[in-house]
């Protein structure tokens, strides 16, 4: 099936996003609250084992956005030397658990689709990372749920981990600080993540990537078959 890991991602999410209130999980009000009575007793410790949650594959899915990072700018941010320390532990933190969400796409989701003999996927994921890597990489670290998902793509498609790390490690960075300052000079409040609609919205952006992954795929195999026919025309 074309477009297997992304339909699969887009699947879980869906029925995260409808499990949510029967499983009875806080709502992002409730959760906006537990994080800053987080803070307040843990502070920096928090944020370290709040973003390894926040930026872990699946798990993450419950946090919206970057809630426990943006949060913390809001609730521990009281000048730029607090906003310095924020961006170091929360880029140290994302790199830690990117580290073994590509261990999990590299040793759980490659197996996995090995044994489902997805040959043809696995192929396309290697050669659509490898032709689109340094920009997937980079965009996708602006979230932290979107760089999970990157993470796992990168194992699943057997990049060399370390210049892997190192690329990702500057690409962290950047946007931490930048998201950092933007937060910490424009915002005084969390207003901005209580949408209960944010979980939806990335939904909608990993469906619209699956549909256009299985396009792209059944586009490049009709050019495939012509190709394939007009050199028998010519033998």
């Known amino acids: 099936m074309a477009a297997l890991f992304e339909y699969s991602i887009a699947g879980l999410f869906f029925v995260y996003l409808l499990s949510y209130e029967l499983i009875g999980l806080p709502s992002v009000q409730e959760l906006i609250a537990m ?136 690409c962290v960075v950047f946007w931490v600080s930048l998201m950092a300052e933007l937060v910490f000079l424009f915002a005084s409040t969390t207003e901005f993540i209580q949408s209960d609609n944010l979980g939806w919205y990335s939904f909608g952006i990993l469906l619209l990537w699956a549909l256009f992954e299985s396009i792209s795929f059944l586009r490049n195999s009709g050019k495939a078959q012509t190709i394939e026919i007009s050199r028998k025309e010519i033998v």
Do not use: C
């Open 35 to 170: 994080i800053e009575r987080g803070f307040e007793q843990y502070g920096l410790f928090f944020l370290f084992f709040g973003v390894i949650l926040e930026g872990l594959f699946i798990v993450g899915f419950y946090f919206p956005g970057s809630i426990i990072a943006f949060s913390a700018v809001i609730f521990l941010g009281k000048n730029q030397f607090d906003i310095l320390q924020i961006i170091i532990v929360g880029s140290i933190a994302l790199v830690i658990v990117s580290s073994v969400n590509y261990w999990l796409g590299r040793y759980g989701y490659y197996r996995l689709f090995k044994k489902l003999g997805a040959e043809k996927t696995l192929q396309r994921m290697e050669h659509r990372f490898s032709s689109h890597y340094k920009k997937t990489v980079f965009i996708s670290s602006s979230s932290p749920n979107f760089l999970a998902i990157a993470s796992v793509y990168a194992g699943i498609a057997r990049v060399a981990l370390l210049p892997h790390l190192l690329y990702l490690s500057l």
